[in-house]
């Protein structure tokens, strides 16, 4: 069986109701990016950034999959399908796609401030309503990955798309780093779709669907 790796960006759930960043004019719900969602806007407000994710949370709950969700998830029927995504909500595993492998973080998640390898999956019921907020005795922070923090699941990323049959990015401006030099490990000869309504410019010999994720893919289900 053959491995069908897909990177998905925001346009893939752009379609769900969740609005891409740069939809939103570089601000999230009207708070500065850097307020929000970095390591020394945490330090300065904690309680703020867990409101924040909070409500993204709530927004995240009333949003569904969408057709491509599930047209990546039926693909698994004919492929050994791995997706990396740079989303941080969970509407690929929603969906039903078994192998998701999260670059930035799950929104979904909290993570103990005093052991990065300890997580705690959030439901509505444990939200984490405060800075004070205890799990298991730990303080946590978001599951996220902040502006300036490493990206720790980048190499076995790269390790998917060099082992790639076919290799699908779906819904990114590929101006996103480390994630958009995923397309860089690819080896020589290995066919590449780029699903996006607004493409940047990629190599010569790149397959270029210019349309939303879900078109995009019924498209490239009759292709493959």
């Known amino acids: 069986m053959?491995?069908?790796?897909?990177?998905?960006g925001a346009g893939m759930s752009a379609e769900s109701g969740i609005s891409?960043?740069?939809?939103?004019?570089?601000?999230?719900?009207?708070?500065?990016?850097?307020?929000?969602?970095?390591?020394?806007?945490?330090?300065?407000d904690p309680a703020l950034v867990h409101h924040f994710y909070n409500e993204r949370r709530k927004q995240l709950i009333s949003c569904v999959p969408n057709e491509g969700h599930r047209i990546i998830a039926e693909?698994?029927?004919?492929?050994?399908?791995?997706?990396?995504t740079q989303n941080v909500d969970d509407l690929h595993e929603r969906a039903g796609s078994s192998k998701v492998l999260h670059l930035h973080g799950e929104l979904m998640k909290a993570r103990a401030m005093d052991d990065e390898?300890?997580?705690?999956?959030?439901?509505p019921e444990s939200y984490v309503t405060s800075v004070e907020s205890l799990f298991d005795g730990h303080r946590v922070r978001p599951h996220i990955v902040f502006f300036?923090?490493?990206?720790?699941?980048?190499?076995?990323?790269?390790?998917?798309?060099?082992?790639?049959?076919?290799?699908?990015?779906?819904?990114?401006?590929?101006?996103?780093?480390?994630?958009?030099?995923?397309?860089?490990?690819?080896?020589?000869?290995?066919?590449?779709?780029?699903?996006?309504?607004?493409?940047a410019e990629v190599p010569a010999g790149v397959t270029v669907l210019r349309c939303g994720a879900s078109e995009g893919l019924r498209r490239l289900a009759d292709m493959i």
């Open 148 to 199: 300036g923090e490493a990206v720790p699941n980048f190499e076995p990323a790269t390790e998917l798309a060099a082992q790639a049959d076919i290799f699908v990015i779906i819904g990114t401006s590929l101006a996103v780093y480390p994630a958009a030099s995923l397309l860089h490990y690819v080896r020589r000869g290995v066919p590449v779709y780029y699903i996006d309504p607004n493409p």
């Open 75 to 84: 693909l698994e029927k004919r492929f050994d399908v791995y997706v990396i």
């Open 20 to 44: 891409t960043f740069r939809d939103a004019g570089g601000l999230w719900e009207q708070y500065p990016v850097m307020q929000v969602a970095s390591a020394e806007g945490f330090a300065a």
């Open 2 to 8: 053959k491995k069908l790796v897909i990177s998905t």
């Open 117 to 123: 390898n300890l997580t705690f999956r959030l439901t």
